[in-house]
């Protein structure tokens, strides 16, 4: 027969239980209002990093304190499997895991005894740190205190319940030594009816805060906890080093402005933020100021999932799943002001250095999302920062940001007579200039530089001259897909045309778009950064230094979108190496966390308030490492450092330059007349 007390207690378990399963039934409609994405192919290699990433807690365990975040999540999986006998038994008392094996069951017993001492710990280690030595990043939440609070009295209640069975003597604490350790500290004159009380004290705390702990997670921020697993899972393959292509029919929505323009994909990633803020301790824009922060980011486009997400499925049948109609009305914008909207302002900020998505630790792809809003901006609503108008149409009309003719383009080459690429001819290579290669004074100069460097190592290669095209990088960036797209069929057909096999660019954006952007327009070609061609023919022995950096205290910074993006990070070190003798000096921010320099993301074309430049801070930690020469491998970043330099008087000290530039002047080039050391310093202009 059932008792009452545990008939109240079933009928409390089958109302959380159903409470549980609703609210996860609802955001699981929810997710499904997305578009449709592919994310179920390589399923083993999903499991593999699912494995990894999740269960293993790779990425959280990057960051010191991320260990301590292993330790709940562990804790939690083991005491899982112990509560769910706690449940059980609770309604039917001779329910045991015991029929697993003796043996089996005591190591259940000392691990989930042993991992509530450690799940305790570990809380009071988080409050203790979320109370007096937070992090900028991370906000005291009430809710935060209360699931931290809430998992404490939970382990409480449970050596509470243990203490008092086991000073009882009818519970066997054998294999449980932290329970066994505190029962013997219980007086010996404590009477039976006293422990019996306590123990259905600690009992009933623990069933009460269990159940409620229960029905918390999915309207609280641990709904992580249900959802970071499936967001590892299904997370991108790769680095997200492109972007989606669009398809461009009549009638297609362009963009995103609803939370339902985006994919299913998109939208589980809003649930399954942990509010760690390490997105934004990483995010150059937050650092220096700007409206962007890419934690408010994803969580506003939660907070428009769940507002309007509830409205929508309000006039739907409950057992319907699936995917909304295109034009589905939602009342509050996902691009405006407010807490479940994006601020314009801050879909323009980013740089799309990527530096969000390689730290977050369930793999949010924070970029794609804000381009996708800057699509819609740009081509459904033409409503873009002014100074774009000039930089659409000269790149749409000349296929260059400045509108000059487009047979200046060849001025660079003819004066050093590169011939037009040819696969008759025997060129190997398309040297790729790019538009600042071709058009801008100092990166011009870069441009000479790589190519007189794969000359003197006899490479034979070819340019394109008046042919060549901008790439589009900056144009995708900036949402305009619509000439993006032609620019890409355009030069795929051309690169095709002409039988190009190999390219090799000055500028990380140009080898990113026509690496990794093209792949969807059908590019078979192999494509190469110049300091991975100057690194082999290093190695082979072709240089030696001519030891004029011998006294250069050099500083080396990442690009984004070499580093991070296509993980080229050795190659440059490599060259310094070669011509100094030793390995360049590191900044703080290195490799693939290095910091942005402020002008990807097409926001190299766009105003940039005096208070809030992102050059700014990578200044200042380049400065602190006190160089003469800052070393890059980016006609954009060599820019955004010599303004930085220029605003802190700091550019007659302290020079910039392409790691080609320093392959150019360092080393003994065979056949190469006329290199002048100082020419890489000059002033900057664009001088189109
Ligand atoms: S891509 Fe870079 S700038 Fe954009 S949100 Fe992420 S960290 Fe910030
Ligand atoms: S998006 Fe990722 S990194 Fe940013 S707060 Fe959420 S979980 Fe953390």
Redesign the pocket.
Known sequence: MITAERLVFAVLVLISLAIFLRRAYVLLAMVSLGRWENRFDHLWQRFKGMVTYGFLQKRVVRKAFGVNHLLLFWGFLVLALVNMEFVISGIFPKFSLEFIGHIPFSILTFLADVMSGVVFIAVIVALTRRTFFRPPYIEATKEAYIILFTVGVLMAAYFGMNMAAGARGVKALSYMPISLALSSMVPVGVGQGTLFALQKAFWWAHALVFLFFLDFIPYSKHLHILTSLPNCFFRNLSFVSSLPKMVFQANSTFGVSKFTHFTWKDLLDFLA????????SVCPASAAGKALN??EV?HSGKRNLLENGLDLLEFRPLDTLGRTADNAEVDVPLIGEGRASVSAEAVWDCTTCGA?MD????F?EHTPKLVEMRRHLVMEKVDFPSELTSFFENIEQRSNPWALAPSDRAKWSQQLGIPHFSKAEGHEYLLYAGCLGSYDSRAKKVATSVAEVLRAAGISFGVLGADEKCCGDSLRRLGNEYIFDRTAKENVSLFRRLGVEKVVTICPHCYNTLKNDYREYGADYQVFHHVEIMEEVLNKGFFKPNNQFRDEHIVIHDSCYLARYNDIIDQPRTLIRGVIGTSPIEMENKHRDGFCCGAGGGRMWLEEDAETRVNRERIKQALKQKPTIIATCCPFCVTMFEDGLKERDAAEVVKVMDVGEIIHEGMVLPGVKGKDAGQSNEKRAINA
Do not use: D, F
């Not at 933020?273 to 934004?280: A, D, M, S, V, Y």
């Not at 730290?359 to 369930?362: E, K, L, M």
């Open positions: 933020c942990t509010e760690c803020g390490r997105c934004q890419p934690k994803v969000c730290i977050c630790p369930v949010i």
